[in-house]
């Protein structure tokens, strides 16, 4: 587990009004875009301090450890925040190859064809049996 001698690079993090901040998640190993994800201040502290991404349930309004139900850790490599302070990437290492509640290696697995989504990435575990 990782401590943070202080807090102040928290402070520079330039949350929205709801005290939020996008996080992307990010294979460290293939460099695909895996998910995004939104962090609090708390999020984001635990993430640093866990070493495995923690994010914020917008829907939820709760904490949640990526992978709690699934399995699907995402093992924290590296923390970078954007030039405007306003977006952090992580990039981690999927335990297990799924990262969404699809099935899927990736969330994004849908690619605009001819003016229609198409999805292009195929389910690689049933999210019946992920999530029971």
């Known amino acids: 587990m990782m401590t943070a001698d202080n807090d102040a690079w928290l402070d520079a993090v330039n949350w929205n ?3 939020l901040v996008p996080a992307i998640a990010q294979d460290v190993g293939t460099g695909k875009v895996l998910t995004l994800a939104w962090m609090n201040r708390e999020a ?16 939820r309004q709760k904490l949640w450890r990526k992978g709690e139900e699934s399995g699907h850790v995402q093992q924290l ?3 970078r925040l954007d030039c405007d302070g306003d977006s952090v990437l992580l990039l981690v290492r999927q335990v297990g190859g799924i990262a969404c509640h ?3 290696e990736r969330c994004f697995y849908r690619t605009l064809d001819n003016g229609a989504w198409k999805i292009d990435e195929a389910v690689l575990k049933d999210p019946a049996t992920i999530y029971r």
């Open 77 to 79: 490599q590296q923390i």
């Open 102 to 104: 699809t099935g899927r």
């Open 44 to 59: 984001l502290a635990l993430t640093y301090t866990e070493q495995r991404a923690v994010y914020w349930s917008r829907s």
């Open 17 to 19: 009004s709801e005290g």
